[in-house]
């Protein structure tokens, strides 16, 4: 693509002569610096800054973003150096760039460095969200082209899409990117599945889609007679890998019980008109009640705003509805890239850090950075994937603002999160305005106090309770600085299980499971993959009284993929 049809592309997107000033100098750059080099499609390497720099470029952030994602392979594949960057483009753009160019080659190989480079992307996502969002985009055309790398390097990057990346963007509630990137990792992660799943669905997806055309004039009709005017109609066939996760986490695999494959989404000006197409629509076919969601009123915890109904259309066919802004689809598709957008619109020189709370984790991940920054890679990756990539729990504080934690957390993750001085004068904890012990497991919604003594201190035993690192963290420093044990409590043994399984999506998810259902707590878990295909898993756990741990290792090794378990004492 030459630059004349490059501009055009952003033109469009309503970048003006400022931004494209900007941007082209980068261009050129990239272009010249990429020449002759070509990418495992055989296409000139180019192609792949400039797909980059036009998904960053469809979120509307800033030209530096998108000059940096023109620049961002210079420096790995060409060895430019970023103080050369740095003398052309200036600091802002060659901070960017150097937050997405992977560890020094020499320094780490294969799984270490793709942790490393993972750790690197972190820490900078606390201080320029931009970098992340350029590295998803990065993800997605990697995806995108991922045909073309051989079969091993497919599974391990379309795994590590699935397990790493997907979150992230829901994290940073990208739901359409997540979607791509879940849809696109699938067939090299579950081809079996991914194969079934195609052949279940094409015929009916047709089939809806048609029977949803058809009641496009006659809903039309009726808004027109109300003076609403939507500006969009659309149906959109939900994607695969979510369907199959459904199928699987509570449909028993039964494809009939899936109704919705295809949904009607409507877009319109204003809340007012939302709610009034929401009435007419309930006029012209019956609402099934428990249906009717008031995401407008009642936002969901991430932030994500609509109106949903489920009606029974014509010949009785469930019909899901989605109905919303404009302001708030953009929303739902590029998550914080829109909020960072408005936020910044007008002030250009403004900070380029969240202040939104939805988003604190952000600067957690911070703080989170400092705290493991003395343990392996394989240990910083795993704790990684509990603390911020586990399904998530939104707690409240009494006044009202939201505590996001990892499933399973308990009150002391919730106390040392709100701050570890509340954390460490912990005395005891109330939930929905009831006692409840250290151990209960928090649900989304509940709302927490907790109570606080001035001479109260941690002990060790909290170390079974908290499940962040975050707050295993304080207590562990605190307990080092009062001399007390660490981290053993005086006899009480300790005991590993390692588990040896064939890597696969879920698998820490399972084995977690096995242990809360037992009701132990897992102290700590490693994870060791040095033979990469069949990686160990290593859990720390003080048994349960009355408990063999013969049970937990049957248990263990009924976990699919599983091929060995071993328990022993930790000495
Ligand atoms: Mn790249």
């Not at 750790?119 to 590295?135: C, N």
């Not at 929401?278 to 991430?302: C, Q, S």
């Not at 001035?454 to 080092?480: E, G």
């Not at 976990?559 to 378990?565: C, I, L, M, R, W």
Request: charged share 30%.
């Amino acid at each position: 693509m030459n630059w004349e049809d490059y501009e055009k592309k952003l033109r469009e997107l309503g970048y003006k002569n400022d931004d494209l000033a900007a941007i082209k100098p980068a261009f050129e750059f990239a272009q010249k610096t990429h020449t002759g080099e070509k990418r495992a499609s055989g296409e000139p390497y180019i192609t792949h800054p400039i797909a980059v720099s036009l998904n960053v470029a469809s979120l509307k952030i800033d030209a530096s973003a998108i000059a940096a994602a023109l620049l961002h392979d210079v420096v790995e594949s060409q060895g430019v150096k970023i103080e050369e960057l740095k003398k052309r483009f200036g600091g802002e753009i060659a901070f960017l760039v150097g937050a997405l160019t992977k560890a020094e080659r020499v320094q780490y190989r294969g799984v270490e460095r793709a942790v490393e480079s993972l750790r690197k992307m972190f820490l900078a996502l606390a201080e320029d969200i931009r970098v992340v969002i350029i590295k998803l985009m990065d993800r997605l055309h990697n995806m995108e082209t991922l045909s073309y790398l051989l079969p091993e390097k497919q599974k391990r990057i379309a795994l590590e899409t699935l397990e790493l990346y997907a979150p992230l963007a829901d994290r940073l509630g990208m739901w359409e990117v997540k979607a791509r990137l879940e849809d696109l990792a699938f067939p090299y992660v579950y081809p079996d599945e991914h194969k079934w799943m195609l052949t279940q669905t094409k015929h009916r997806k047709d089939e809806e889609e048609k029977y949803l055309k058809n009641l496009k004039p006659v809903l039309e009709a009726e808004l027109k007679k109300d003076s609403v005017e939507p500006l969009q109609i659309i149906y959109r066939a939900k994607h695969l890998y979510s369907i199959w996760k459904k199928l699987v986490k509570k449909y028993e695999m039964n494809f009939d019980r899936i109704t919705d494959l295809v949904a009607m989404r409507i877009i319109l000006k204003n809340n007012e008109d939302c709610y009034r197409t929401l009435g007419v629509i309930h006029k012209l076919w019956r609402p099934i009640p428990g249906k009717i969601k008031d995401y407008i009123a009642l936002p969901k915890t991430n932030g994500y705003r609509s109106l949903h109904t489920t009606v029974f259309g014509p010949d009785g066919k469930k019909i899901d509805i989605q109905i919303r802004t404009k302001e708030m689809d953009e929303e739902a598709e590029h998550g914080i890239a829109a909020h960072w957008f408005y936020e910044s619109e007008g002030k250009k020189s403004a900070t380029k850090k969240l202040d939104d709370r939805r988003f604190a984790w952000v600067r957690q991940l911070q703080d989170w950075q400092k705290a493991h920054s003395g343990t392996s890679h394989a240990e910083t990756l795993s704790a990684l994937k509990i603390d911020f990539f586990k399904d998530r729990v939104f707690a409240l504080t009494p006044k009202g603002d939201v505590i996001d934690l990892p499933e399973g957390a308990t009150p002391v993750d919730f106390a040392y999160h709100v701050h570890s001085e509340i954390g460490n004068r912990m005395s005891g904890a109330k939930v929905n305005g009831k006692m409840v012990p250290f151990s209960y497991s928090l649900k989304s919604g509940d709302s927490v106090e907790i109570l606080t003594q001035k001479n109260k201190k941690p002990t060790s035993d909290w170390l079974d309770f908290a499940k962040t690192s975050i707050a295993r963290q304080h207590i562990r420093s605190y307990l080092k600085k009062a001399g007390a044990g660490y981290p053993l409590k005086k006899g009480k043994e300790k005991f590993e299980a390692v588990a040896t399984a064939r890597d696969r999506v879920g698998l820490l998810k399972d084995f977690s499971e096995v242990f809360a259902k037992l009701g132990i707590n897992i102290l700590d878990v490693k994870l060791d993959s040095k033979n990469k295909l069949y990686p160990k898993t290593i859990f720390y756990f003080h048994p349960k009284k009355g408990l063999p741990n013969s049970k937990l290792l049957m248990a263990l090794k009924q976990v699919k993929n599983v091929e060995a378990v071993v328990i022993k004492e930790v000495k």
